[in-house]
């Protein structure tokens, strides 16, 4: 069953058109990647889901529903949870205020501060947390923002280059909470251009190129598409 | 309660905090005993002002909207009041004309906050559009000099300003003096706990998230634009309330207390004090305005030309206000005393936490 629906979806700005015509499904319970080489439209396609960008054409629909013209806080209030490819924290308060801020729709008192203890030690913040976000490490800031993105229990979780600054000790340790979170039912769509880490989650693959859809499937198929491994890949990594 | 209190965006927390502020809370209410009308009477006048200082705090501190349109909110309460004062009668019905008069501030406050926000204006533009709205009622109000502008019975009167309505009363008893002084004090604390409450309360934390990162506050689900109209709502309520008790107080008001000259000054209250922090602007605020007006009464020009002063050194060496950053410094020094580390400087005590606005 989809989740999201996107149907010849397109966005221009002004001459240029960096998405155009784009249909994509993502299924409840998949974890889903978005590759593609540098201005394939990728991150272009992820703030149109997400709704930082309004589309020139087409629809997006969440859970059977047309979200297209909807503000991004009433698709989070759908279930949507979204963490875009800068750290994007609250620098100025402390760790703890940050998973608050996030959970605090959702549950109060001490079953609040339960979850916050829980998500900060999930993600290894628990001897930082009073600290001001802002004094973290560029990977602790990316872990921070999955944590509030996870705080919200989300039925979609959006990420946009999750590991983008991360160790590879980190990055392998961000897909293992991912596909940790995918197993208890979450749907993920991840964009990425660390093929390592694509290879650990991902269980569908949809490839843009030049701001269109040039392949989808699973990811030893389009490991194994020439088309693909040329424009994007490199021979070397498709075989 | 005690929790949204003593919560994590107010400094002054414990047991400390809170026995010094009783005992300043029972010096202020000892104080008209000992001193005498006229010092009382000046010290009510102070306090008129503090509650426009509080609510520019909350916006700008709390909320990041830089607004230069305290006095705009403050002329509307305080003409709202002379003209409900005047059209109502005297007597109790003057409680009625504070509290409407508010309101209709805080309706004000709504319909402009409303285009701006709505609308994307943000940052500097916010407070270009509110000096803008200011600047234009003040000037709307020196040409109502003719007997052509009046509102029933009440005149508007251009730059000679409107008078002739009652001050404060309940029944035949005229607020004024000592028991003005007393309603000034009760009105500051309720409205500093009720402050503190809010930005510590879910909405608090939702208003500092809009401030650090709006964007990052709408992906948690937030309606950002809501709580930053309530922000704005209740701080320029805050302008109307000094307006209306300014009015009272005087029975006289005047377009020079909303055009630029005075819609700067609350700016230099807050910046100078702290813009982050209730307390500090409480007690900066308090403070410049008893050394502005003991100047004044040598020379306003010096006044100004101080008022100016402080706002560059403020800028220069503690953006964060010079009252927090004092507040920080001896904090920070008591720490390191008993760790035995070196003192930080002014400077370090006083950098901007957020440098949004």
Not at chain 1, 71 to 97: H, T
């Amino acid at each position: 069953m989809a989740l999201v629906d996107v149907k010849g979806v397109s966005k221009r700005f002004g001459g240029l058109t960096a998405v155009s015509d784009v249909d994509l499904t993502v299924n409840a319970g998949e974890v889903h990647c978005l590759i593609g080489p540098n201005g394939a439209g990728k991150s272009t396609l992820f703030k149109l889901i997400v709704g930082l960008y309004p589309p020139t054409g087409g629809s997006i629909l969440f859970d059977s529903v047309d979200i297209t013209n909807e503000r991004p806080y009433a698709r989070v209030q759908r279930g949507m949870s979204i963490k875009m490819q800068a750290p994007s924290v609250f620098k100025e308060l402390p760790v703890r205020q940050n998973i608050q801020i996030a959970l605090q729709e959702r549950l109060s008192g001490a079953e609040r501060s339960a979850e916050e203890d829980r998500l900060l030690t999930l993600l290894d913040l628990a001897q930082d947390s009073d600290k001001l976000a802002g004094a973290l490490s560029h990977g602790q800031q990316q872990w921070l923002e999955i944590g509030m993105a996870l705080a919200l229990q989300p039925q979609l979780l959006l990420l946009d280059e999750p590991t983008a600054g991360m160790s590879p000790e980190e990055t392998f340790k961000t897909g293992e909470l991912i596909k940790s979170f995918n197993a208890e039912g979450m749907t993920v769509l991840v964009v990425e251009h660390d093929m390592a880490f694509v290879r650990q989650v991902a269980q569908r693959v949809t490839v843009l190129h030049l701001g269109k859809i040039f392949a989808r499937g699973d990811l030893e198929t389009i490991l194994q598409d020439e088309k693909v491994a040329d424009i994007y890949l490199g021979q070397s990594h498709a075989h | 309660m005690f929790k949204l209190l003593d919560g994590p965006q107010t400094l002054g927390r414990g047991k400390i905090f809170w026995s010094c502020f009783l005992a300043v809370l029972a010096g202020a209410l000892i104080y008209p005993v000992f001193a005498d009308s006229y010092d009382v009477g000046n010290f009510s006048y102070f306090l008129i002002w503090i509650f426009m200082a509080l609510g520019l705090c909350l916006m700008w501190g709390y909320g990041g909207m830089l607004s230069f349109g305290q006095t705009f909110f403050f002329g509307i309460a305080g003409y709202g009041y002379g003209v409900l004062a005047i059209n109502m009668g005297g007597g109790t019905t003057t409680i009625a004309a504070i509290i409407l008069s508010v309101l209709i501030a805080m309706a004000a406050a709504a319909v402009l906050g409303y285009f701006m926000i709505w609308g994307g204006i943000s940052g500097i533009f916010f407070g270009i559009v509110t000096l803008s709205a200011t600047l234009v009622l003040a000037f709307f109000l020196g040409q109502t000099a003719g007997p052509e502008w009046h509102i029933g019975t009440a005149r508007l009167n251009g730059f000679n300003g409107m008078k002739g309505m009652d001050p404060l009363a309940v029944g035949d008893f005229y607020i004024e003096g000592s028991a003005l002084y007393y309603v000034m004090i009760a009105l500051i604390v309720i409205v500093y706990i009720a402050l503190r409450m809010l930005v510590n309360s879910s909405v608090g934390n939702v208003i500092v998230a809009t401030r650090e990162n709006p964007q990052r506050a709408e992906m948690l689900g937030y309606d950002v634009r809501k709580y930053q109209l309530l922000t704005f709502v209740i701080g320029s309520g805050l302008a109307g309330l000094s307006g209306a008790l300014y009015t009272s107080w005087g029975q006289f008001i005047t377009p020079s207390s909303i055009g630029l000259p005075a819609a700067a000054m609350p700016i230099v209250w807050v910046a100078f004090s702290g813009r982050s922090d209730l307390t500090a602007t409480l007690v900066g605020s308090f403070l410049l305005l008893f050394g502005f007006q003991t100047i004044t009464v040598y020379s306003q020009q010096a006044a100004l030309v101080l008022m100016g002063t402080l706002l560059l050194a403020t800028v220069m060496l503690a953006p964060q206000g010079f009252v927090l950053g004092i507040g920080k410094l001896v904090v920070d020094w008591w720490t390191r005393r008993r760790r035995r580390e070196p003192a930080p400087t002014l400077a370090d005590a006083g950098r901007l936490q957020s440098d949004e606005t």
